[in-house]
Structure formats: structure tokens, C-alpha cells
């Protein structure tokens, strides 16, 4: 007789447990075991239980390779899901092997797992194992769809049983997420028919709704979101958010007219990778040298400044520092509006959540779970579908924020994002050559840069050693068919099939792939947080970053007025509605995981085991410099401290 000990953990999300019964296979190279119940009378897999069993065989059953979980009806109980975390089983000769799960069993039905052991297909020989990953994908396949969001966008996960609804029925009792009187759905029905395994955890799910509702509500309790005037005083926008607020809201509140603070958040603003050095004067460039030159200082000109459009006519003035008050900071005012949507549209939404998005279904497609490619890249998936259908459903939804609180509207906003994928290109992805290609490499006080180019390494790095070890030779990079589908498949269903694009459709060596998945795993991390984590703070004094003005470009100098710039900004609803959403989006709910933490166990090789305790040391040392230079700053830049950056796209 050979005794195997398993041990079964079930998820700590609240509601992780089951009743339902589940039974057991192991399956080794020399035979498997006998089908085992292993509930102890309905007390087994609980929340948060790791339960133990024994199974005796009639012999040894070699290596173990896969473990088959049956869950099935328990007696008069109605079936309920269940998270399982893990299956570890200690063969008889001492032999610990581990079978990572970290799904969902919905309903009645069997999960094999595999042993841990990260292999390409090129690494299994038995036809069991190269059955397996086949069915596996084939299963994925079947079940996750591609489907067309907006033509020229990023395809995205379809979800056959939803529709977004138009419009909101008034008379409908049950609560969605909808704050009574307030005219934005946080729509979870966007996401109550997705899988299990993409949507957010039960406490993640409860802290987005205990944030937001209490928020909303007293908005609307002040009137704030019922009313359409003009703002009478600039201060009053101070009051929207009570009580204590960040170190950056209250410097950008008191310097957000200084046209010194206008360059800096460029620099190091929520939108830092959209400045470029201009290194010759346009054509149509209307500004001339006479009209700059009380500003530039003696000894220099246009010319040798940009060493660092527009037609003018008359209803197309030009304006300048030396300007009434009022007229400067309008026309710097529309600037940041335009930014709004290159931020919001381009630079967030569409190459950070649409992207990542891409990138995640491809894997959950092309990749089986033991692929080491998937183990690298799960971590940084997580969620990712979830928040992105709610923002489907908040943002680019018939009554939703860009139709309701943005000048450009639904079509327009959408517009900006088709143009803005048909121009991006990949070689810009590789960060430490984007700063080169933007001529900013050299740019002082550019802590987005500093902070941004630590991590990358980190990530490089990090990436360099998993990578190596499981690709020893670039032969094995390119005969890798599972990884060939996952690019095609991103080129195909992310960059539409677009060659200019330079998005690889193969890739053929070991280099290759290391910057191809350091993009991936930046974009899904690191470069999100250097776009989402500030919104608030930089957004709040609502002037500095208007959702939409509501009166036409000014024509003529010397007319505008404190009356005239209240009237052109944002009313108090739409400010308001607005400024609820960035709230939402920037605050990480709970049910965290910072950057280099992975709690759940998918490599199990002491190599990638050690490359992991690396790179989080790697990120520690990085968020120590980067508090220790904030110490000296008026204001400190820290969105890409490692400890503040999410594993994944999940708010």
C-alpha cells in the first residue's frame, strides 16, 4: 500500500467555501488512485480552510503529475461555488508536489490541475501532459470570446448575456450601484455575467460600494448634483472635498495660475509621458521672436530655446504671459482641458486599461496554466476585465461620463482614442528609448523619469531571469507555438492588424521576448499607476483640469473676467459628477497586491522563487530613495513608489 497525505486550501474571500462535495484522483506516471470523497460530513472547505485527508493506493503511482477535483451534489444543500487555492500532495517517499489552482468551480463539475513545475510544450513527453494543455486551451478558447468594443479600438472579452442599457429604468427597485438622483450607473450588471474568475473579490467588491455610496449620497444631499449654475467663487470648488486633504491637492490649489506650475505637470504631472523637445519652429508656428522675447531672457531667442497649429488672423489671437490676468490663465486653461482627454482618453484609458485588457485575454487563451509564461503574467492580469467593464459601462456608455460631462461627448471622446491606436507604435513602448525619442533623457527635475526607468530596470530585470531560465536558446523562443499565438493574437485583436504598428506578429529570440513581456508587465502595472494614482490630486481644484468649458475659445484679448472664466468652466453638477468618478478611480479598493507581491504560489522552482525575493528587493530599495528624496521636494512626486503601484489594472 502507498499513502499519499493531500492537502486542500480553500480561498479567505468571504463566501470561498462550499458545501458541495468534493472528491479527489491523483494521477501519476506509474497509474493513479481511486476516486476519493474527501468531505468530513459536510465541515470541509470552508472560507480560509486547508484541510487535510489520506489516500492509500494499492501502489506507488510514480510522479505525481495531475490531480482531478470533483465537486458534486452534497446532499439536500443547493450548489454554491467554490475558490480553491491549492492542492499539495506528500507522496510516500517524502515528496512534496504542489498544484496551483486559484479559480473558481462553478456549479457541478471537474478541474484537473496540474503539478506546478513550469514547462513549455517543448518540456512534456508524456501524451497525457500534451493532452492536457491542448484540452485545456481548447476549453479557454470555447469559453472566452473576442468581441468589438468600438471599431478601431482594442477588441475586449465578450460578455453574451449583457447588453449596456441606454438608459436607466427609474422604476426598477433594485439598487446596481445606482445613487438615487445621481446620473452615473457604476454598473456591476456590466459585470454579473462574467466569469467567476474575472470579477473582483467579495471585499474588493464591498470596499468600492462602501467608498463610493456614503460620497455620492452626501453629494447629493448638498445639492451638488442637481445643480446647473456657474461656480460664484473659485473658493467655493475647495469645498466639494471636506475635511483633510493630500500635501498635492493643497499645492496645487494655491500654485495651479503660476505658470511655473503649468511646466512642472508636464513634468511630473498625472500625464508625464506626453512632453517632447521641438527642435525646429514649424511652418505654420504663429509665435515669433519679438512677441517672447520679455519672457526668454537676454542672450537667447525662439530659435535657440526650441535647441530646446494655428494660423493667427484676428479672431485667432495669440496669447502671452503679458496678457490681462484673466486672458493668460483662460487660454492656459484650454490647454488643460485639451489635455484632459489626451490623458483621460489616450494616455489612461485606452494604452493602459485597453491594452492590458488585450494582453489578458490573449493569455487566458493562448496560454495553459503551466506554461511559464502565464505563472510570470497572471499576477498582473487580475481584475483587469472586471474594472474595465465597469468602465465600459461608466465612461463610454450612452448616459454615462463622457456623454454627460465632456464637451467632445461619446463619439468624440471614442474618435480620440481610434486616432490616437492608429499612431501608437511599439518601439515607443520601450520606455528607456521612448525619453530618448522625446528628447527629454537629460531634462532636470523630471522625477517621473527617475522613478519610472528604477522600476523598468527592476522589471527588466526581473523579467531577464525568469525568462533565461526557462528559454535557454533563442530556437526555443521561436518553436514555442503557444507563446507565437499569444503575440498574433495581441497584434490581431489589440493593434486591429495594423503593420505600421511594428507590433511584432513572432518573435524569434530570447531578447525579444524579454522587452516584449517587460512591456506588457510595465503597462499593466507601473505605467498605469503613473497615470490613475494622482488623478484626484491634480483634478480636484477642478480649474486645473476641466472635464469640458462651456463657452467657445475666446476671439479677442481684454475681455475676459472672473465672471466670464467661472461661466466657461464645468458647472457645479457636471464638476461634481466628474470629480466623483476620478475619486472612485484613483482610490485602490481593498483586496490590494503591490507590485512584486504574489501571495499565490505559481512558481515553485527555487530559481524563479529567488528571482521574485530579487525584485522585491529591488522595488524596497526604490521606494526608499524615492521617500527620501520627497523629503527635500515642495512637492512630492510618488506615484511610482513600488509599495503605492498595483500588481494590475484593478480600479
Known amino acids: 500500500m502507498a499513502t499519499y497525505k493531500v ?14 462535495s468534493i472528491s479527489l484522483i491523483i494521477v501519476g506516471t506509474q497509474g493513479e488512485s481511486h476516486k476519493q470523497l474527501l468531505n468530513h460530513f459536510g465541515r470541509d472547505f470552508a472560507t480560509g480552510a486547508v484541510d487535510d485527508y489520506t489516500v492509500q493506493c494499492q501502489q506507488d503511482l510514480g510522479d505525481l503529475i495531475i490531480v482531478r477535483l470533483y465537486k458534486e451534489r452534497y446532499s439536500f444543500f443547493p450548489k454554491n461555488p467554490w475558490y480553491c487555492n491549492y492542492v499539495q500532495v506528500c507522496a510516500p517517499n517524502g515528496c512534496i508536489y504542489h498544484f496551483p489552482a486559484y479559480q473558481w468551480i462553478d456549479g457541478y463539475g471537474t478541474l484537473a490541475l496540474r503539478e506546478a513545475t513550469g514547462k513549455i510544450a517543448a518540456d512534456d513527453t508524456l ?13 479557454k478558447q470555447d469559453f472566452y470570446h473576442w468581441r468589438v468594443f468600438v471599431p478601431g479600438l482594442p477588441n475586449y472579452v465578450h460578455i453574451p448575456s449583457y447588453r449596456p442599457p441606454a438608459r436607466r429604468n427609474p422604476n426598477r427597485p433594485e439598487w446596481n450601484g445606482y445613487i438615487p438622483g445621481f446620473p452615473i450607473l457604476i454598473n456591476f450588471k456590466a459585470t ?5 474568475n474575472l470579477r473582483y473579490s467579495f471585499t474588493k467588491t464591498a470596499s468600492f460600494f462602501f467608498r463610493l455610496s456614503p460620497m455620492a449620497l452626501g453629494f447629493k444631499l448638498r445639492g451638488l448634483v442637481d445643480s446647473k449654475r456657474s461656480w460664484k467663487r473659485l473658493k467655493d470648488i475647495k469645498k466639494i472635498f471636506p475635511g483633510n486633504k493630500s500635501v498635492v491637492f493643497e499645492y496645487v490649489a494655491e500654485h495651479w495660475a503660476e505658470d511655473s506650475f503649468f511646466g512642472y505637470q508636464y513634468l511630473n504631472g498625472i500625464n508625464p509621458g506626453l512632453l517632447c523637445r521641438c527642435t525646429r519652429i514649424p511652418d505654420k508656428f504663429p509665435v515669433t521672436d519679438d512677441m517672447v522675447a520679455p519672457f526668454l531672457g537676454e542672450g537667447t531667442c525662439l530659435q535657440a530655446e526650441l535647441e530646446l497649429s494655428q494660423t493667427p488672423g484676428p479672431d485667432c489671437p495669440i496669447f502671452l504671459p503679458s496678457d490681462s490676468e484673466w486672458d493668460w490663465l483662460l487660454a492656459k486653461t484650454w490647454v488643460r482641458y485639451a489635455e484632459f482627454y489626451c490623458h483621460e482618453g489616450i494616455s489612461h484609458l485606452l494604452e493602459t486599461h485597453l491594452i492590458a485588457e488585450a494582453f489578458c485575454l490573449a493569455m487566458l487563451r493562448q496560454l495553459p496554466m503551466c506554461h511559464p509564461l502565464y505563472k510570470l503574467l497572471i499576477p498582473h492580469t487580475r481584475y483587469t476585465i472586471q474594472i474595465n467593464s465597469i468602465g465600459r459601462a461608466v465612461l463610454l456608455n450612452e448616459g454615462g461620463l463622457s456623454a454627460r460631462s465632456m464637451s467632445l461627448g461619446l463619439a468624440g471622446f471614442a474618435e480620440a482614442m481610434v486616432r490616437a491606436l492608429s499612431e501608437i507604435n511599439y518601439d515607443n513602448l520601450y520606455l528607456p528609448d521612448d525619453f530618448v525619442r522625446r528628447g527629454v533623457q537629460d531634462l532636470p527635475g523630471y522625477y517621473y523619469r527617475e522613478d519610472s526607468l528604477a522600476v523598468w530596470d527592476a522589471l527588466e530585470r526581473y523579467v531577464t531571469e525568469i525568462i533565461t531560465y526557462y528559454y535557454p536558446c533563442d530556437a526555443a523562443v ?8 499569444w503575440v498574433q493574437e495581441i497584434f490581431k485583436e489589440c493593434l486591429l492588424g495594423r503593420e505600421s504598428s511594428g507590433f511584432p506578429t513572432c518573435l524569434r529570440t530570447v531578447p525579444e521576448l524579454i522587452r516584449y513581456v517587460t512591456i506588457v508587465i510595465y503597462t499593466c502595472s507601473a505605467k498605469h499607476a503613473a497615470v490613475n494614482t494622482g488623478q484626484l490630486e491634480f483634478t480636484a481644484w477642478m480649474p486645473n483640469f476641466p472635464s469640458s468649458m462651456r463657452n467657445p475659445p475666446i476671439q479677442a484679448k481684454g475681455l475676459t473676467t472672473l465672471e466670464t472664466f467661472l461661466d466657461t468652466l464645468p458647472d457645479i453638477k457636471t464638476t461634481c459628477i466628474t470629480l466623483l ?41 526604490i521606494s ?17 513608489d513600488p509599495v503605492l503601484i498595483e500588481n494590475s489594472i484593478s480600479i
Open 7 to 20: 492537502r486542500v486550501a480553500t480561498g479567505t474571500d468571504f463566501l470561498s467555501g462550499t458545501m458541495d
Open 127 to 139: 501524451p497525457i501532459l500534451l493532452e492536457h494543455r491542448k484540452e485545456e486551451l481548447r476549453a
Open 192 to 196: 454579473k455575467f462574467l466569469d467567476l
Open 478 to 485: 521561436e518553436g514555442d507555438l503557444e507563446l507565437q499565438s
Open 581 to 621: 468618478v476620478l475619486w472612485t478611480l484613483s482610490r485602490e479598493p481593498d483586496d490590494k497586491r503591490p507590485l512584486g507581491h504574489f501571495p499565490d504560489i505559481h512558481f515553485v522552482e527555487e530559481a524563479p522563487r529567488r528571482s521574485i525575493e530579487t525584485l522585491r528587493q529591488r522595488l524596497a530599495q
Open 624 to 640: 526608499h530613495n524615492i521617500r527620501q528624496r520627497n523629503k527635500c521636494l515642495p512637492i512630492p512626486y510618488y506615484y511610482l
